[in-house]
């Protein structure tokens, strides 16, 4: 059965005879999870001035990795 992920919008086959499932990979659906944990830390932080231009420019830092089509390096394993 054929389904759309509800992140990224790609076509993805659902085999699942239970649920359905809604994302395509783990990493859309890891997206979901971490941007809703991301969405509630910052309801319940109480920064200073200081400290919201620092979260701002993460936040752009973000999106400009998306909509500019940066891959972002992966992390170093310095062991």
């Known amino acids: 059965m054929s389904a759309i992920c509800h ?3 790609n076509e993805f086959f659902d085999f699942s005879f239970y ?3 809604s994302y395509c990979s783990d990493n859309c659906r890891n997206y979901y999870k971490y941007k809703n944990a991301l969405e509630r830390c910052l ?3 109480n920064p ?3 400290a919201k231009k620092i ?3 993460d ?3 973000l999106c ?3 909509s500019n089509g940066t ?3 992966e992390a170093k394993n310095n062991d």
């Open 43 to 45: 309801i319940n932080l």
């Open 7 to 9: 992140i990224c919008g």
């Open 71 to 73: 891959i972002l390096p």
């Open 55 to 57: 979260i701002r420019g």
């Open 64 to 66: 400009n990795s998306l």
């Open 59 to 61: 936040m752009f830092r």
């Open 19 to 21: 649920k359905p499932r």
């Open 48 to 50: 200073t001035l200081e």
